[in-house]
């Protein structure tokens, strides 16, 4: 059995969702489909998601929502009558939609959480009935009604490990079911949605549960390629890669598949494939536990991200002082802060951190605490910051992978703020200013991949 | 004024003791005289401070004395009679040595002490004679009429800020002071000595204490050299270097000069002039805030120290656990282990100590304590661990630094375990295996100075 799971692109249109019915027929292994709700149909166009919010927040501000909810109606219509889904099977889909308002929340969080959630859900339906009136042995099965709890978290759920439980009973379909992807429901029976790329993560979940032999992820790329492919034309695709490949990729601005993801893939050694809706002949990319290597190419793929920042701390003997990085991880703990990492000198501390937690507030809070607590000659936060990240299984005991990558960046006069090997063997973090971050891309990509 | 401190090697027989007089009387600035116990003489020789620690080993566990005090009266009798310092003032330094089992001691850690000091004590009285018999005014000085006050650690002593305040007074003295190094007097008036390079660390705080001009500090090298002498032919000599320098730089192994002898100097800025007392016209190393940029050497030193071990640690999802780090560090100090640099990678930590603050006992209970709180997937202590360092103010801004040193030591085949760059803009910090470690020195050193 394998489950596979479609985004939101090739779910845009009844046109797409020929494809995507075609991906399904074409191997009788794929028992799990799940989808995401419809997605851009064009550059410009709006997602289902988007229309969602919108409505929601209309709603909470009681204005006059008839323009959103008649979109996000056309959207499904014109994905049924493509199909000739018979008007009986659509009208509650419209309803649902024109109800959403009428539903009782706990509070606006769960609201939001409710309607975003049914861009998925009543697409699942549609693709159900859709599925159906083409002559497959399909149904919807809600997350409830297939054991899914999770954590009450209306935006950020995570699963409840007895879910998986649930699930196992679901193994062996004989027929096909089609499931929601983002969203569950906590145990009071409310919505809460996954985080970002929240249908994958459904996915690996199902997956993880019914003890797929496969997860296949169908987006609209031919494979996950080794860098960045706005920043360089036509680059090397990715055919295999380990998971703490994507894993370190993903973590340093891989946005393809997200990392949190791969998580219960991982857990129960699920390969996943990520393949293209428009180009399923593809072998797309593999993602698994072990592959093999190419001693060709030490470098798997570069990633770099500029959503990172640096705290910088200097204090005379720092490192001789029990106690101070301590003092200092107990203030970030404080407020819930996690780093990224701790590269320190003699005198020296930079604290790394994902930009997304703080604000310049919180910043301010942070900086004040520690300097009460450890009296720092200097203390101060830039921003001005990008980790770009050389990923590699084949770099493990390979020499001479950071002469190479150094002098690459040197050569093109790229000035290193930080740089970062020592825990992981198969990935060197750069820290770079974020002006020379893409540039620095492009020279690590000629060194390993030309 | 300028204080000056000598090394045993340059008080160790009245033919160095001669070199001694002859620098302290070609500078009428030499007011303050730091001795340290007469160090070896020949290749084979024993110290006496070594003398000292059999003598009072010997006492505690009641042994007979009698060699070991004649060795070491032997020792101060020939510099005394060469230089026809009268009996009488010679016999109360004689007495002294065998009424030292007679003193009371509050325990051994104590007695070990008091003998131990006696060596620079005793010197330092030994010296003021001969400066006095050689025509000089110069006097004993005792750490105790100098108000030098220091905390109650019989065998690593702190200097106790206030003392400062009593050391001003013997500020712009006419005479010169011979004051003996590496020991002072808790507040209960009981002899503790400094830790490793203890008379370095008088001679600072002397220094500090009178607003010296200069901290000279004659040793038995012309200067503090780029790199281990052993490991390369005559190394460029560094003419001019930086406090942060030297403290990076002996961080990493440079023995030289102790890194903490220099905090006393830099709290009042005070210029350390390192030089020979073999060879007292050459210019020796000057250690001050700051230095002229020499662009043609971006690096002043190579370091490296095979004592260091690490910690691996690794645990997936390791990176998104908020107060893992703050776990390990807390165990750490609880444990009064301090460490030294803790690179992370997205499912990997490693922690590096230095290796004198562990056991094989007190691994072990870290790694069960560190294995019960945060539950690792795979966690081991590595002792085959050496740390390089490449220091230089001049690689502050300079691109291309790390391309040319990852570039040679991947030309000779060694193997990055860990790279550090980040905190500190005027350091790199390798971690090589031990049996690369001096091939990779030499490696760097070619790069950098040849």
Redesign the interface.
């Known amino acids: 059995m394998k489950v596979i799971k479609f985004g939101g692109s090739s779910l845009a249109s009844s046109q797409q969702l020929q494809k995507v019915l075609a991906i399904v027929e074409a191997d009788q292994k794929r028992k799990y489909v799940i989808v995401s709700a419809p997605g851009k149909r064009f550059d410009g166009d709006t997602k289902v998601t988007d229309l969602l919010i919108q409505y929601a927040r209309q709603t909470i501000h009681h204005q006059d929502t008839q323009a959103v909810t008649a979109a996000i109606i056309d959207r499904y219509a014109e994905i049924g009558h493509g199909f000739n889904v018979p008007e009986a099977q659509l009208t509650p889909i419209f309803e649902t939609i024109r109800n959403l308002p009428k539903q009782s929340y706990a509070d606006n969080t769960y609201l939001m959480a409710a309607f975003k959630a049914h861009g998925e859900r009543l697409n699942a339906q549609l693709v159900a009935a859709v599925f159906q009136q083409s002559g497959l042995n399909a149904r919807y099965l809600d997350p409830k009604d297939a054991g899914m709890v999770v954590t009450d978290v209306p935006d950020d759920a995570q699963i409840i490990k007895s879910s998986y439980d649930q699930l196992a009973k679901w193994a062996n379909s004989e027929q096909i079911l089609v499931i929601p992807g983002f969203f569950a429901y906590n145990r009071n029976g409310q919505i809460c949605t996954f985080s970002r790329g929240g249908s994958d993560i459904t996915g690996a979940i199902i997956a993880r549960g019914v003890h797929a032999e496969r997860y296949e992820n169908f987006t609209d790329v031919d494979a996950i390629y080794a860098v960045n492919p706005s920043l360089v034309a036509k680059p090397a695709a990715i055919s295999e890669m380990t998971f703490?490949e994507m894993?370190?990729l993903s973590?340093a601005g891989f946005s393809v598949f997200h990392d949190e993801a791969l998580?219960p893939a991982?857990e129960d050694n699920i390969t996943v494939n990520v393949k293209n809706t428009n180009h399923p002949e593809a072998p797309g990319t593999l993602i698994q536990s072990t592959r093999e290597p190419n001693p060709h190419y030490p470098v798997t793929g570069i990633a770099s991200s500029s959503s990172f920042c640096s705290l910088?701390l200097r204090k005379?003997?720092l490192?001789?002082?029990?106690?101070l990085?301590?003092k200092i991880?107990?203030i970030?703990?404080n407020h819930?802060?996690?780093?990224?990492?701790?590269?320190?000198?003699?005198?020296?501390?930079?604290i790394i951190f994902d930009e997304h937690q703080l604000t310049p507030e919180l910043e301010k809070t942070l900086v004040a605490e520690i300097s009460t607590a450890i009296n720092p000659d200097e203390i101060y936060f830039t921003h001005d910051y990008s980790i770009l990240m050389l990923v590699g299984e084949n770099m493990r005991?390979r020499?001479?992978i950071?002469?190479?990558?150094?002098?690459a960046?040197?050569?093109d006069?790229?000035?290193?703020?930080?740089?970062?090997?020592?825990?992981?063997e198969i990935?060197?973090?750069f820290?770079v200013h974020d002006n020379d971050a893409d540039q620095a891309v492009i020279a690590l990509y000629k060194e390993f991949f030309d």
């Open positions: 703490t894993r370190e973590y998580i991982i910088y005379y003997l490192n001789k002082e029990v106690g990085g301590r991880l107990t970030l703990e819930h802060i996690s780093y990224e990492h701790m590269p320190s000198g003699i005198d020296d501390l930079t005991n020499v001479g950071m002469s190479r990558a150094a002098t960046l040197a050569n006069n790229i000035k290193l703020i930080m740089v970062n090997q020592g825990a992981s990935s060197i973090m820290g």
